[in-house]
């Protein structure tokens, strides 16, 4: 049966894990924000790591050559929402990489109500961390599917991202992983999942522990989250068109 880092192949992610602080400084007119939003060969878990029934993440140090090489077009965000503060596009930041990771430079404009926003956060270092948004084009999953390493992954159309853990680093990792799991159901065939179920010895018993698995899901969400929240409700977030 397929794993779930195989069905991550092609899908949205995010690594909100925070791996990297960047610094900003003045730079004449503007505001000059360097930083990595990506780190190469150092493992970071998801669903909690291999020990805790997920896995650990590493990012190869040529992932990014391909996607660099296309000239991706990328936003700067906040959190992976909001406004672009700045963008390839445009010449307002450069992507590129180095013996670290994915190394960001981008020239914010301070007249930028956006920017005014978070300058001082980011100068006080109440922001001073960065993930990024990609597809995984192509990855190798060890045998025992504890480590999974991403050989290359897609950042057009994708974001780099000044981020914060405010409110609760244990609830930022729920959250991602109910958007992770929305990302795999988004992308299910009912004919080839139907087909996966007919294959197994006992498919009534893989559908009811893939229920238990989703109801797992709803508890680790944070707590009121939870109590407004049924399986009913969940399975209806995850099936909707989007």
Do not use: C
């Not at 650990?56 to 965000?77: M, N, Q, S």
Request: glycine share 6%.
């Amino acid at each position: 049966m397929t794993t779930r880092m195989e069905r991550l192949l092609g899908a949205p992610e995010r690594r909100n894990l925070a791996v990297s602080e960047f610094e900003i400084r003045a730079d004449g007119d503007s505001l000059t924000l360097e930083g990595h939003a990506s780190v190469f060969d150092k493992p970071y878990p998801i669903f909690g790591g291999a020990k805790d029934g997920g896995w650990d993440e590493i990012v190869d140090r040529r992932a990014f050559d391909a996607t660099l090489a296309e000239k991706p077009d990328v936003h700067l965000l906040v959190n992976h929402e909001g406004l672009p503060l700045a963008r390839t596009k445009s010449g307002t930041m450069d992507l590129s990489t180095d013996k670290t990771g994915l190394k960001v430079i981008a020239r914010l404009d301070p007249t930028d109500a956006d920017v005014q926003r978070i300058a001082t956060k980011m100068r006080r270092r109440d922001l001073d961390e960065m993930s990024f948004a990609f597809r995984t084009v192509r990855h190798d999953i060890d045998e025992d599917k504890s480590t999974r390493r991403l050989l290359e992954v897609n950042i057009h159309k994708g974001d780099v991202s000044v981020v914060n853990f405010g409110a609760s680093h244990h609830t930022s990792v729920q959250l991602r992983k109910l958007t992770d799991a929305i990302a795999l159901f988004s992308d299910i065939d009912p004919e080839a999942a139907m087909a996966e179920l007919r294959s197994l010895d006992n498919p009534a018993e893989a559908l009811a522990e893939a229920r238990d698995n989703l109801a797992g899901l709803i508890r680790s969400l944070t707590p009121a989250a939870a109590r407004r929240m049924s399986i009913a409700d969940a399975e209806a977030l995850l099936t909707a068109p989007r």
